[in-house]
């Protein structure tokens, strides 16, 4: 069992920038993949950014097209957390991010973190 716990959203002006963390419990944070999605009002959860690890190859990091060159995901498996720094943040990029840790036969959630960037 993995329990997920985010923080560091909030509001902000577009431009600006929100840096987002999901704290892991749990022994085998680094066997997780880690993700961010997000889920706007009316919309269904879209994938945002992923980050596996492995201790035999290289780090694969994944992103949506929409948020390329803006956001960056990061993991520090010391401390079983995954970052996401929002920068040049867009009105269209505010919605409630989810942190998920997955690996083959299953997934976790945490509660999820609301970001506002106004106009």
């Known amino acids: 069992q993995v329990q997920l716990v985010e923080s560091g959203g909030g509001l902000v002006q577009a431009g600006g920038s929100l840096r987002l963390s999901c704290a892991a419990s749990?022994?085998?944070?680094?066997?997780?993949?880690m993700g961010w999605f997000r889920q706007a009002p009316g919309k269904e959860r879209e994938f945002v950014a992923a980050?596996?690890?492995?201790?035999?190859?290289?780090?694969?990091?994944y992103y949506a097209d929409s948020v390329k060159g803006r956001f960056t995901i990061s993991r520090d498996n010391a401390k079983n957390t995954v970052y996401l720094q929002m920068n040049s943040l867009k009105p269209e990029d505010t919605a409630v991010y989810y942190c998920?840790?997955?690996?083959?036969?299953?997934?976790?959630w945490g509660q999820g973190t609301q970001v506002t960037v106004s106009s």
């Open positions: 980050i596996s690890w492995s201790a035999w190859s290289a780090v694969n990091i």
């Open positions: 749990g022994r085998t944070f680094s066997s997780y993949t």
């Open positions: 998920n840790a997955l690996r083959i036969g299953v997934s976790y």
